[in-house]
């Protein structure tokens, strides 16, 4: 297979246990690092999702029924092939969504472990007994909701669907999946595996178009009760308020804009290497990214020294190639940082690194920016508040401690943050007072199988991975049984 060749995979819509093409024409499915045609892919609308819908309202008695040991072992198979898959999996997502082999594999892995660890969970799904009067027993049973319509973003297009499809299956719901217009195949690619893993007709369901048409029939759907979302604020805000009309449980994992605190007793040399570890994986276009890079002033000129250094030496590129970061996903990407550079610069930031869009032979046709590092921000510039989703360090000067802890909570969004210190005391009054979701503390992998993840304020509610994000998609029954009577 040529190195640009796409494995083989589906361009069709999924309902009901059968690839299917939609009535809403084709859509391109474009390279970011080539500008080049990778797919076409089959588009539906209102019919389509609807049809899904139905077909998992459908399949849901049968699967919530199916013994349970039958359901794990399905995901199991799941995980399974998954990683066997991995190679293939990532090199689909790298030609469609940018980011290296080397992240879009660890994503596809990751995807794995979250499927095993749902299987294993869903054995754990207890339920309570509760103290009741002589004669009675109160029972508290834990059940799925049903249909579940999830909605996914670009920037994991394998991580995000498999983390929000793994432990909806494993409570017993069933579900409809649309994925983002720009990622589709690596969706497309998670259904073949069901496909082959085993999993019922209409358990699971694929339906790609209109975010609009697609979002709003899955919001005013009755037979839908539980929805959940990954994506933007504005977007979430909107889903939200049209759910309320058939009052569906719902989870929003919205944006982000994490503070990265740098303490005067941290080990500057690792919290460098995390900062641009953590900056610059998918090319800062992640929800948890470090945004706004707090440093006290007695350690600045050092950290800054070594974040340069570091950054300087990243090698951009096309994902297929041994690159540390690929391009932006959109031309529009582009447009939204120069825009916060330029307002920064006015008033009197001072870029140290990169600040243009990278040009030449291996850039020119794609969407390429210069890894950057932006000093002397304060809380007058645009990119103080709003999230850029980029390849961009800004740095922002503070002496106390509780000037750090305010500036970082200056802000609307609440899902991750970050900060690096060698005292005890620091770690319990720094991560109390952060309102945010996710703290890491001398370390920056807060999203893992096991524990939650989510956010507060405008990133939204409910969390996901975890026992936390099985709950989600379950509901409470209370049972009062009077069996003196019986």
Not at 69 to 96: C, F, G, H, P, W
Not at 398 to 423: H, P, Q, V, W
Request: net charge negative; with cysteine; charged share 25%.
């Amino acid at each position: 297979m040529q190195k640009n060749q796409l494995p083989h995979v589906q361009t069709k819509l999924f309902i009901n246990g059968e690839w299917t093409t939609g009535k809403e024409g084709l859509k391109d499915v474009l390279n970011p690092a080539t500008g080049e045609v990778v797919a076409q892919v089959a588009q539906g609308g209102e019919l389509e999702t609807k049809e899904a819908i139905q077909a998992a309202k459908n399949a849901f008695p049968k699967w919530r029924a199916k013994e349970l040991s039958e359901r794990v072992q399905i995901l199991r198979k799941i995980s399974q092939l998954l990683e066997e898959k991995a190679d293939d999996l990532a090199k689909i997502m790298t030609l469609e969504q940018g980011k290296p082999l080397k992240e879009a594999k660890g994503e596809v892995l990751s995807g794995a472990a979250t499927f095993l660890f749902a299987a294993e969970e869903a054995r754990r799904l207890y339920g309570e007994r509760i103290p009741a009067p002589n004669g009675h027993s109160y029972i508290v049973k834990k059940e799925p909701i049903g249909v579940v319509g999830a909605i996914t973003p670009w920037n994991f297009p394998s991580g995000m669907a498999t983390r929000k499809m793994a432990p909806a299956l494993a409570a017993g719901n069933t579900l409809v999946l649309k994925p983002s217009s720009d990622t589709p195949l690596s969706a497309i690619a998670v259904f073949e595996i069901f496909e082959e893993a085993g999993l019922p007709k209409g358990v699971a369901n694929l339906v790609m178009g209109d975010s609009k048409i697609i979002g709003g029939t899955l919001t005013a759907s009755d037979d839908v009760r539980k929805l959940t979302f990954t994506g933007s604020t504005a977007v979430g805000q909107k889903l939200f308020e049209q759910s309320g009309e058939t009052l569906k449980k719902i989870s929003l994992e919205l944006g982000g804009h994490a503070p990265f605190i740098v303490f005067e007793d941290a080990d500057l040399e690792s919290a460098a290497d995390y900062l641009v570890a953590a900056k610059f994986r998918n090319n800062g276009q992640v929800c948890v990214s470090p945004n706004r890079i707090f440093v006290q002033k007695s350690i600045k000129e050092a950290f800054t020294k070594l974040v340069v250094e570091k950054v300087r030496a990243l090698k951009v590129g096309n994902g297929l190639e041994d690159v540390d970061a690929g391009p932006l996903i959109r031309a529009d990407a582009i447009d939204k940082i120069l825009e916060q550079l330029e307002d920064a610069k006015k008033k009197g930031a001072k870029i140290l690194l990169g600040g243009k869009r990278l040009t030449g032979a291996a850039y020119d046709n794609g969407f390429f920016f210069m890894p950057t590092v932006l000093d002397d921000v304060t809380q007058k510039m645009t990119i103080f508040y709003e999230e850029t989703f980029g390849p961009v360090i800004p740095l922002i000067t503070f002496e106390t401690d509780d000037e750090a802890i305010r500036m970082a909570n200056d802000c609307e969004f609440g899902l991750a943050s970050y900060f690096f210190t060698k005292s005890v005391a620091r770690v319990e009054e720094v991560s109390d007072q952060l309102e945010y979701g996710m703290v890491g503390v001398n370390e920056i992998a807060i999203s893992n199988p096991e524990t939650p993840f989510g956010g507060v304020k405008h990133s939204g509610f409910g969390r996901e991975n975890g026992h936390y994000g099985l709950e989600e998609y379950i509901q409470v029954k209370f049972v009062n049984l009077n069996y003196g009577q019986a």
